[in-house]
């Protein structure tokens, strides 16, 4: 399998969504139970991430900076930037042409630990019925 850059760049912006208003400006690439990866162009500085997953940043093209847990890191082609589940962030800046790849996961452990609390949850329900 292989995903073109061009062919997801071609794809964006999405068509306006009530969530997306403007467009939607990320487009994926792959995805599969604990692994997705989007190609996204930011228009603002905000992107919803799911609780509880990793996320790394691979930038592509442009530069940018992030705000990691209130510390600014610059973005340029070829850098890698991890952020562990949960933590606040967001691009506080970015060139018009700025695309990063976006890679979204979850360690097995942390699968294990959804798949436990899911569990608990459905128990008590039932428990509660």
Known sequence: MRVRFDDLLEKLPGPATRKWPN????????????????????????????????IIYMAIRGRADISIAGQRHDMQIGDVVPVEADVPHEFVSFTSDFAVYVVFWRSLAQIKEREKAKAAARRKAQENA
């Open 23 to 54: 467009g939607v400006w990320f487009a994926p690439a792959f995805s599969s139970d604990t692994l997705s990866v989007q190609l996204y162009t930011p228009k603002t500085g905000t992107y919803p991430t799911p609780p509880g997953v990793n």
